[in-house]
């Protein structure tokens, strides 16, 4: 007899929004998306009083 838990994830990779190719795609662009916020701000913290190369390293 199937309990909870085996009824619960019974269809459990049955359903994709997106091919898992498109998926990469579209998570990678959010990660790189995500990191060029990050590199604005670490280059606006070099700017305010990090080593004067800092900036150039961002």
């Known amino acids: 007899m ?3 838990n085996d009824q ?3 269809h459990v ?3 994709k929004g997106l091919p898992n190719h ?3 795609l579209v998570h990678d662009l959010n ?3 995500d ?3 990050r590199y604005d701000q670490y280059i606006a913290n070099a700017e305010k009083g990090g080593p004067k190369d800092g900036k150039q390293f961002w």
């Open 2 to 4: 199937a309990n909870a």
């Open 31 to 33: 990660t790189r998306l």
């Open 35 to 37: 990191a060029l916020w």
């Open 8 to 10: 619960a994830e019974k």
């Open 22 to 24: 498109t998926h990469d």
């Open 13 to 15: 990779g049955e359903t």
